[in-house]
C-alpha cells in the first residue's frame, strides 16, 4: 500500500480536537514566529498535522516514526509548550520523546516519509501530502533544522529516559 499524493491538501488533518483551542492558537503562533511571513493557515496545518504524527507515534509498536522537516516544525512548537505537549502524551497513553540529528539530505529515506503516513492514517487521519515533501523541498520554507534517521531508537521513543541516537533528551 502506499499513500497517494495529490495537489488538494486538506484544510485541516482532523488533530486540532488532540489539544485545546487556546493551547492550538498559542503552539500556530509560535510556528508562525519562527517562521516570518508564514500565513495562519499554513501553520495552522503544520500544527494539526503535528499533532496527527505525536498520536501515531504514541500508538503501541510505531517506533521509528520520522516527521518531514515541515511536520518537524509544528512538532517542535509543541514540545516549547512542555505543558501542553506533556498533557498531550499523557492523554495519548505514550510520551513521544524528540530525537534529532543534524540535517543531511543523504540520509533521506522516501519510505519512512511514506510509512510514517501510513500510520497517521491507520490513527485515524488524513496526512496532508504537502507537508510530507523531501527535505530539501522549498515549498513550504520552515525554520526547522533537524533530521531523523534510524538509529538505536529511531525517532518516536517509547524509551522512559528519551534516550537515542543524539543522547539523553
Known sequence: MSV???????AETGARHLIGEREFEAVTAAVRTNNPGMSD???ARIVAEALAFVD?????????????????????????HTRVYAELCGRLG??????????????????????????????????DPLLWLPPTDT???????CQHSDGPEGTCTGDPDGDGSGGPN
Open 41 to 43: 493557515d499554513v501553520a
Open 94 to 127: 505514550r510520551f513521544v520523546h524528540h530525537v534529532p540529528e543534524p540535517p543531511n539530505p543523504g540520509r533521506y529515506d522516501a519510505g519512512e516519509l511514506e510509512r510514517t503516513q501510513l500510520a497517521i492514517a491507520t490513527a485515524g487521519y488524513r496526512p
Open 4 to 10: 497517494q499524493h495529490d495537489t488538494t491538501a486538506p
Open 139 to 145: 515549498t513550504i520554507p520552515v525554520a526547522a533544522s
Open 56 to 80: 501515531a507515534c504514541a500508538k503501541p509498536h510505531s517506533r521509528g516514526l520520522r516527521p518531514s522537516r515541515t511536520v518537524d516544525e509544528g512538532w517542535h512548537a509543541l514540545i516549547l
